[in-house]
Structure formats: structure tokens, C-alpha cells
């Protein structure tokens, strides 16, 4: 009888483990999936805004939502465009927050929704993303949009 319960248990231990190991595959397709929406994200304000800064911000959420925040602006300061994800699933897309473009960065820097008042991680996001965009103003210039440190720079 003892052997009987043995082979019970090892076959249960080597399902358990191909569940995992499908959990963990999937898992990665996901990450993969989401790596490349951020980086066809990514090339599109690249190739269509040829000037300025961007920055991006994120916030990790422990059990709530994570949020990723891109801010375009031009030379002069203005933003351009403003891209928020926010999410649990790997299936999460950006949002334009049409709001806040057309805005001098320090309009949106005394923004009340940017000051945390509604939404703290969002506010993280972009405060994270407007420190960016000042530590590549800070640089020395570069022709295209500077900001994000890219495999060409």
C-alpha cells in the first residue's frame, strides 16, 4: 500500500510542476507582449515627434493598479503629448490624456491632478517622467528627441 501512495504523489508533484511551468510560460509571453507595446509606443513618438524631450515615469502598484506615464514636449517646454497605462493585466494599453497637452511643463508640474489631489500614482508616474525630461534638458543637445537613452545614442 505505502508504494501505491508514493507513485500518487510523485504524479501529483509532476503535474503540479507542468502547471507552473505553463503559468511561468505564459507569464512570459505576456511581459513579451507588453515589452513590444511599449516599444511600438515608443518608435511612434519617436518618428513623428523629431524634437523636444521625453520623459517617462512609472509607479509599481503593490496590490493596486501600476501606472506608466510618457510626457512629449517641445523645445520650448510645451507638451505635446501625454500617455498614461495603467493596470494589473499585461494586456494594458496607454491612453491619451488630451488634458494636459497643449500645456507649458510647468503648468502641468502645478496641475492639481498631476499634484497627487486624485490619483497619487499617477501623479508619481509623471512627476517621475517630468525629472526625466529635466535631467535631458540638463544634457548636452542632441538632434532628435532627447530623453530617453536609446541602444543609437
Partial sequence: MAGQWEVEDMAMWQWGLLAL???????????????????????GITSKYNDGYVGAGNVRGRF???????????PDLVVQRFLVMRGR???AKFAR?????????????????????????LAK??????????RARAEPKRQGLAGIKTVNA
Avoid at 125 to 134: L, M, N, S, T, Y
Fill in 21 to 43: 511551468g505553463i503559468l511561468w510560460a505564459l507569464q512570459s509571453l505576456g511581459v513579451w507582449y507588453q515589452m513590444r507595446h511599449y516599444g511600438d509606443v515608443m518608435k
Fill in 89 to 91: 493585466s499585461v494586456f
Fill in 125 to 134: 508616474a509623471a512627476e517621475r517622467a517630468i525629472e526625466q525630461i529635466d
Fill in 64 to 74: 493596486g493598479k501600476g501606472v506608466i506615464a510618457l510626457v512629449v514636449v517641445t
Fill in 97 to 121: 490624456r488630451s488634458e494636459f497637452e497643449g500645456i507649458t511643463l510647468n503648468a502641468l508640474r502645478a496641475d492639481p491632478l498631476i499634484s497627487g489631489v486624485e490619483d497619487p500614482a
